[in-house]
């Protein structure tokens, strides 16, 4: 899928959360079926739930970021279930912070089954294949050997200047492995 969203990405580079989260929920409104919208808007909420210390989200509202995340996250698990990039990304959001979601252990699994899921639906996608391993292992050499593909797509995969795009970037080209 193509991250890019100029008019998103301009405003999320210019931290202009309140002007992204309007725009955004507003293509949702719109077309909530639309799985890239989706999957931005449930992004951005997650990330700056997530990153509000860091980012110095000061002036959003963090409590109807939440609920409009769980919100999205409601929509796409009925609606979208069968997306492979809604729950390749949903499931990433819920299996490593839970908690945003609802019962901390009921919501790691379904992360983690939506992200086996979305590895089923396309077993050769080293971002899906990645991030499924990831959630159940911590061995270092199975993790390595499953980055080295991971490596290959990252810059095609994740272009743009939005959040989203950002920080799967940063977080996988830093990855060194041990």
């Not at 819920?94 to 899921?117: Q, V």
């Not at 080295?148 to 492995?177: A, H, P």
């Amino acid at each position: 899928m193509d991250w890019q969203w100029p008019e998103v990405d301009a405003l999320e580079s210019q931290e202009k959360w309140n002007e992204a989260k309007s725009f955004l929920l507003k293509n949702w409104q719109q077309d909530p079926t639309d799985v890239k919208v989706t999957i931005r808007l449930g992004f951005f909420c997650w990330y700056l739930l997530v990153e509000e210390v860091p980012l110095g989200v000061g002036n959003v509202d963090l409590d109807e970021l939440a609920t409009i995340l769980i919100q999205a996250t409601n929509f796409g698990l009925a609606n979208l279930k069968d997306h492979e990039e809604f729950l390749w990304i949903f499931g990433y959001m819920i299996s490593l912070f839970p908690y945003y979601f609802g019962d901390y252990e009921d919501w790691e699994e379904k992360g983690k089954l939506m992200l086996r899921r979305a590895h089923e639906l396309c077993p050769d996608e080293p971002v899906y294949q990645y991030s499924y391993i990831s959630s159940l292992t911590s061995d270092d050499v199975e993790l390595k050997n499953g980055f080295q593909q991971l490596k290959t797509v990252l810059e095609d995969r994740f272009q743009g200047k939005g959040l989203l795009s950002e920080y799967f970037t940063s977080i996988w080209q830093n990855w060194q492995g041990i």
